[in-house]
């Protein structure tokens, strides 16, 4: 069974964010990430983007949806 558990490495420890109940001894795969500032495209809309008073709903996004192209030949409905 492979399964997948957050955690954080400090000071040579690694603590897990949750409490496993089923495993009592098992192999483990340690991957680091590394902290790298993320340069978001401008032309992107994400959640918490316009965060404030007033957050983003549904329909901020509607604009955005695609219904299909009507001149590709692939038959949109």
Known sequence: MLQTVQG??????IGL????QEII???VFVI????????LDTHSI???M??????S???D??????HGDTDDALGWV
């Open 32 to 39: 680091f990430f590394t902290s790298k500032s993320v340069n």
């Open 8 to 13: 954080m490495y400090k000071n040579c420890k």
């Open 25 to 27: 001894e098992s192999q």
């Open 61 to 66: 996004f509607q604009d955005t949806e695609f």
């Open 46 to 48: 994400f959640f918490g």
């Open 50 to 55: 316009f965060a404030g008073s007033q957050q």
């Open 57 to 59: 709903n549904e329909a």
């Open 17 to 20: 964010s949750e409490i496993l």
